[in-house]
């Protein structure tokens, strides 16, 4: 039996704080606020996955193995481990709004947030996630989000999905598709990879971002916005009622302008 629970929800049965139905929106997050409040920016594959009852039997929570490629903002290399609430354990299944799931071979492109790693250590939940295709007669990898929507181009940190400009006006319902959706939609994506935003020119946009910050610091709509890190993922658009601060940590060298774009099987 599968069974879908809010964010909150599901921290609720983990954790025992008090969540609501609004749990199931969250503050939009355009490229410059992704970079500006993660941790790290890593590129890897999902090379192994384990699922199992947490020890109060109260949630499944799922451990994806993940072989870095690349990492911008920190020199982390070799394998991490990823936990994400929700999965499968024989017939019993739990599936959380706003936390994506992967099969092994997935390649991806994670906005990491470490220092709150409850529910999904991804800056945005599932804003923080963009899913890579293989595109092998153009030598390059084709960037979409979460959910297969093709990632068109990026204008001053705005992504154009679908070639749809984000709307960072108002809250960003959650949401959860299956291995199985996901199974479909990546299938159909694969007809729409040619318009993508290869993974070179992305990491290039995401690159030039961390350089800005590195120099200036995170100028962001949520900059000293957050008291509680854990409120980062949850609270509405009325984010202004709470304050604190975000640091930067220590940053990597650039990627070279004179790399080419798709020189790493990008």
């Given at each position: ?35 500006g409040l993660s ?17 109060s039997?109260?949630?499944i929570?799922?451990?994806y193995?993940i072989?870095v ?5 920190t ?9 994400a ?22 390649l991806?492109v ?19 996630v963009?899913?890579?295709?293989e ?23 705005v992504?154009?999905?679908?070639y ?6 108002g ?6 598709l ?17 318009s993508c935003?290869?993974?070179g020119?992305?990491?290039k ?29 949850f ?24 790399e ?7």
């Amino acid at each position: 039996m599968r069974i879908v629970f809010p964010v909150l929800v599901a921290s609720c049965l983990v954790f025992g704080f008090l969540g609501s139905a609004i749990a199931t929106t969250m503050v939009p997050m355009d490229l410059n606020d992704l970079v500006g409040l993660s941790s790290d920016v890593v590129v890897g594959k999902v090379i192994a996955k384990t699922a199992a009852w947490n020890p109060s039997g109260s949630c499944i929570v799922t451990d994806y193995l993940i072989s870095v490629e690349r990492s911008l903002k920190t020199t982390q290399s070799g394998t991490m481990m990823l936990r994400a609430h929700g999965g499968e354990v024989g017939d019993d299944g739990i599936m959380v709004d706003g936390v994506p799931e992967f099969e092994i071979g997935d390649l991806v492109v994670l906005f990491l947030d470490q220092r709150h790693p409850e529910i999904f250590p991804v800056t945005g939940l599932q804003q923080g996630v963009f899913r890579l295709i293989e595109v092998p007669d153009a030598a390059k990898r084709a960037v979409f989000t979460h959910d297969w929507q093709p990632v068109n181009r990026v204008d001053s940190g705005v992504l154009a999905i679908d070639y749809v400009p984000q709307d960072l006006t108002g809250p960003v319902e959650t949401s959860h598709l299956d291995n199985a959706d996901l199974a479909q939609r990546k299938q159909a994506a694969g007809s729409k990879a040619g318009s993508c935003l290869t993974l070179g020119s992305f990491l290039k946009e995401i690159q030039t971002i961390i350089e800005t910050q590195r120099m200036g610091g995170y100028q962001g709509r949520y900059k000293g916005m957050f008291a509680n890190e854990k409120e980062r993922m949850f609270l509405e658009t009325d984010a202004n009622r709470v304050s604190g601060r975000t640091t930067e940590p220590a940053l990597p060298e650039p990627i070279s302008e004179d790399e080419p774009e798709e020189s790493d099987n990008n």
